[in-house]
């Protein structure tokens, strides 16, 4: 019932910069949080920022101070601001979207590299 699509992913090399963007679509009403993840290779998934319907945001230790996320309502769009980027950072990077149920998008690849 809810479709995301993220994008803004691609190479960088250390200490740069990206944007990632998260489209939602179909049943949004009643989402009341969405967020981050990642996956490296060989490693579980795991959180990387929250926001919430009232606001709010959370972020995990190993970000804290370079990523930040936003949303435009107007656009239904969730945005990912990385800065400081280091090569522990290369990962897919999945949108969720907390609705009753959880909604994954198809994730997108963020390499940092020399």
């Known amino acids: 019932q809810v479709q995301l699509v993220e994008s803004g992913g691609g190479l960088v090399q250390p200490g740069g910069s990206l944007r990632l963007s998260c489209a939602a679509s179909?049943?949004?009403?009643?989402?009341?949080?969405m967020g981050w993840y990642r996956q490296a290779p060989g490693k579980q998934r795991e959180f990387v920022a929250q926001?919430?319907?009232?606001?709010?945001?959370n972020y995990a230790d190993s970000v804290k101070g370079r990523f930040t996320i936003s949303r435009d309502n107007a656009k239904n769009t969730v945005y990912l601001q990385m800065n400081s980027l280091k090569p522990e950072d290369t990962a897919v990077y999945y949108c969720n979207a907390a609705r009753l149920q959880q909604y994954w998008g198809q994730g997108t690849q963020v390499t940092v590299s020399s």
């Open positions: 926001i919430w319907s009232g606001g709010s945001t």
């Open positions: 179909g049943s949004i009403f009643g989402v009341y949080a």
